[in-house]
């Protein structure tokens, strides 16, 4: 898994002259999205079917991750702001990471299932998105 990890990393610089970064982020995250979400219907599912695809999907969510949003989104950010931000966004980065895996697992034992948590963050980004005031 760390081979494919490494080999992705390398192998974008490949497909960024191919198709260009914009295409390749847009890609990476359309394509891990679907991932995810097939990842998350075989968490329903409660088969032994089931738990093969989601370690079939995780490797293959590693693979895809690897050779798009990985990499990329560490050479997208200085493109895109000043040199002296970039810290600042590098550490808000990791701390939303860090936020994000701390607090899934008691969002579930509050609300219950996953999927509701998909949801309600669906429709708070969506809502959001159609203000002329969202940042992104």
Same mark, same amino acid.
């Given at each position: 898994?760390?081979?494919v990890?490494?080999?992705?990393?390398?192998?974008?610089?490949?497909?960024?002259? =191919?198709?260009?970064?914009?295409q390749?982020?847009?890609?990476?995250?359309?394509?891990?999205?679907?991932?995810?979400?097939i990842?998350g219907?075989?968490?329903?599912?409660?088969?032994?079917?089931?738990?093969?695809?989601?370690?079939?999907?995780?490797?293959?969510?590693?693979?895809?991750?690897?050779?798009?949003?990985?990499?990329?989104?560490?050479?997208?950010?200085? /493109?895109?702001?000043?040199?002296?931000?970039?810290?600042?966004?590098?550490?808000?980065?990791w701390?939303?990471?860090?936020?994000?895996?701390?607090?899934?697992?008691?969002?579930?034992?509050?609300?219950?299932?996953?999927? =509701?948590?998909?949801?309600?963050?669906? /429709?708070?980004?969506i809502?959001? /998105?159609?203000?002329n005031d969202?940042?992104?």
């Open positions: 898994l760390q081979a990890s490494l080999v992705g990393c390398f192998g974008v610089a490949y497909f960024i002259k =191919k198709f260009g970064r914009k390749l982020i847009q890609m990476g995250a359309f394509s891990i999205g679907i991932t995810l979400f990842i219907i075989c968490f329903g599912a409660n088969t032994a079917g089931a738990k093969n695809a989601i370690v079939a999907f995780l490797y293959i969510f590693i693979v895809l991750f690897n050779f798009t949003l990985g990499p990329l989104v560490w050479l997208y950010i200085p /493109e895109i702001l000043q040199a002296k931000w970039v810290p600042f966004t590098t550490m808000v980065n701390g939303a990471s860090v936020i994000t895996i701390s607090l899934f697992p008691i969002l579930v034992n509050m609300i219950g299932s996953p999927l =509701k948590i998909f949801f309600f963050l669906s /429709e708070f980004i809502l959001f /998105e159609h203000r969202f940042p992104c």
